[in-house]
């Protein structure tokens, strides 16, 4: 186990967005915007007409990774996720009115009706990603 600790917060951002609006591409675009180095996306929560959800199937190394592709109507009850070197780590969890799924947020998730998400910027620690000896990325203190 790994742990890193920081020393306070920085800016809040609350994202709004709307019909046709695409879900993780909008939170790169303000990643990009405001230059978020490390943040937490905190919540997440609306509607959404298609998604983009990748799950592992295996226990094994390499993990096999299954994509799932819906264009329905989805309500997006929870995401959540780290930023770390300026890169979304994110996973959701949307259901349709027979069944919740969960998984790795990819592109493509697009708005239905409305949708918000708050993130929170971090001040310290300066965390990134590195790949360890099984090819798995890890968090990192810079």
């Not at 993780?24 to 405001?34: A, F, G, M, R, V």
């Not at 300026?86 to 969960?102: N, P, T």
């Not at 620690?125 to 810079?142: G, S, V, Y």
Request: one cysteine or more.
């Amino acid at each position: 186990m790994k742990y890193f600790t920081g020393e306070g917060f920085g800016r809040t951002f609350v994202l709004s967005l709307d019909q046709g609006d695409y879900l993780l591409e909008s939170i790169n675009n303000l990643i990009q915007k405001e230059n978020i180095r490390n943040g937490i996306v905190a919540t997440a929560m609306g509607t959404l007409d298609q998604c983009v959800l990748h799950m592992v199937m295996t226990t094994g190394y390499p993990a096999a990774d299954h994509f799932e592709h819906w264009e329905k109507p989805l309500e997006l009850a929870s995401a959540t996720g780290i930023i770390a070197d300026g890169k979304a780590h994110i996973h959701a969890v949307v259901s349709d009115l027979e069944k919740a799924y969960a998984g790795h947020l990819e592109e493509g998730c697009r708005v239905l009706y409305l949708l918000e998400v708050t993130i929170i910027e971090l001040v310290s620690p300066n965390l990134t990603r590195i790949m360890n000896d099984k090819n798995i990325w890890k968090l990192a203190d810079k």
